[in-house]
């Protein structure tokens, strides 16, 4: 059975830095996507970056030049680098994960990052708190 377990929410002021953690166990598929989302309060849920075992990286413009992310193997654990974080940035984490399907990868090769509807694998959210 696969799971995702999101880690390294917190409280920081502006400027600061967090770094969140998708750990992703039970995953047997060769190929995979893994991707952030945040939502805030009385907000839909927004996109943030998302990796592919292909080694795509894509990001929403609002974290561009802010966020990073990246895996030693997407299939196990996959960061969110949050530095320089503002105010716009506090809501859920939610880290979710699928394996790489042809549509999933079109959206890649587009350079966009893939809707929630495509992913089946969520984790229960991490929050994020950033005062100014």
């Known amino acids: 059975e696969m799971t995702v377990l999101e880690s390294g929410g917190g409280s920081v002021q502006t400027g600061g830095s967090l770094q969140l953690a998708c750990r992703i166990s039970g995953f047997t598929s060769a190929s995979v996507c893994v991707t952030w989302f945040r939502q805030a309060p009385g907000k839909e849920r927004e996109r943030v970056a998302a990796i592919g075992t292909t080694g795509t990286t894509l990001y929403a413009d609002a974290v561009q030049g802010r966020f990073t992310i990246s895996a030693d193997n997407p299939k196990v654990i996959v960061y969110l680098q949050m530095d320089n974080l503002r105010p716009e940035d506090t809501g859920m984490y939610y880290c979710?994960?699928?394996?790489?399907?042809?549509?999933?990868?079109?959206?890649?090769?587009?350079?966009?990052?893939?809707?929630?509807?495509?992913?089946?694998?969520w984790g229960q959210g991490t929050q994020v708190t950033v005062s100014s």
């Open positions: 979710a994960a699928d394996r790489l399907t042809v549509g999933m990868n079109r959206h890649l090769e587009l350079g966009h990052i893939p809707p929630a509807s495509a992913f089946e694998f």
